[in-house]
């Protein structure tokens, strides 16, 4: 069983910066593609970023040019550096796996950025 384990969460005032980190228990290569997910109280769950295995990265427009989606494959941990935080992007932030062969999805439990104004 894939685990998945996100750290780096807490509190911070608008404008600050946290990078979240989600360790895997197995090579990270190994799945299609990595996300990071969100989800604020009283809200739908949405895609923040995503990362192929082949490294192509895509993010959610509302954080362009703010969060960035990287990978160490030696240490199998994916990270979303966050810049210039906003109230608006408290939420719990949840690391996501993908294969395809077999089908699986993998998910962490969730770590919580609160972002103070």
């Known amino acids: 069983q894939v685990q998945l384990v996100e750290s780096g969460g807490g509190l911070v005032q608008a404008g600050g910066s946290l990078r979240l980190s989600c360790a895997a228990s197995?090579?990270?290569?190994?799945?299609?593609?990595m996300h990071w997910y969100r989800q604020a109280p009283g809200k739908q769950r949405e895609l923040v970023a995503v990362?192929?295995?082949?490294?192509?990265?895509n993010y959610a427009d509302s954080v362009k040019g703010r969060f960035t989606i990287s990978r160490d494959s030696a240490n199998n941990t994916l990270y979303l550096q966050m810049n210039s935080l906003r109230p608006e992007d408290t939420a719990v932030y949840y690391c996501?796996?993908?294969?395809?062969?077999?089908?699986?999805?993998?998910w962490g439990p969730g770590t919580q950025v609160t972002v103070s104004s």
């Open positions: 197995r090579t990270i290569f190994s799945f299609n593609a």
């Open positions: 990362i192929s295995n082949g490294g192509i990265t």
């Open positions: 996501h796996a993908r294969q395809t062969f077999p089908p699986r999805e993998y």
